[in-house]
């Protein structure tokens, strides 16, 4: 049964940068594919990003696009979201998703039902 818990959320400024952080435990983080989503008011949950066991990166097609970049850090039992150039549209409660993976070392979920595990997410506000 894995735990996941995101931090690093908060309240910046638009054009700033924060790092998300989605922690694992009791089980490895090596053996998930990890996916981060977020959800603005009133707004369905969409996918950002994707990153395979192996560390293949997936877009699922957020119009941040390249102001998003996902990583993780196995030894740590963490994945991150980096937000860089943040705007007032990206307010949102971001979460991270796990789904077990045996042996596709390179494949990512397509979207957030075949994901397994959820955290209880993060609040990301932009304002001037």
């Known amino acids: 049964q894995l735990q996941l818990v995101e931090s690093g959320g908060g309240t910046l400024h638009p054009g700033g940068s924060l790092t998300l952080s989605c922690t694992a435990s009791?089980?490895?983080?090596?053996?998930?594919?990890i996916g981060w989503f977020r959800q603005a008011p009133g707004k369905e949950r969409e996918g950002v990003l994707c990153i395979s066991r192996g560390g293949s990166v997936v877009e699922f097609g957020t119009s941040a696009k390249g102001r998003f970049s996902i990583s993780r850090d196995n030894a740590k039992n963490t994945a991150y979201l980096q937000i860089n150039d943040l705007k007032p549209e990206d307010t949102a409660v971001y979460s991270c998703?796990?789904?077990?993976?045996?042996?596709?070392?390179?494949?990512?979920?397509?979207?957030?039902?075949?994901?397994?595990?959820w955290g209880q997410g993060t609040q990301v506000t932009v304002s001037a």
């Open positions: 998703a796990a789904k077990s993976i045996f042996d596709q070392f390179h494949y990512c979920p397509s979207y957030y039902g075949e994901f397994d595990y």
């Open positions: 009791p089980l490895p983080l090596e053996y998930y594919a």
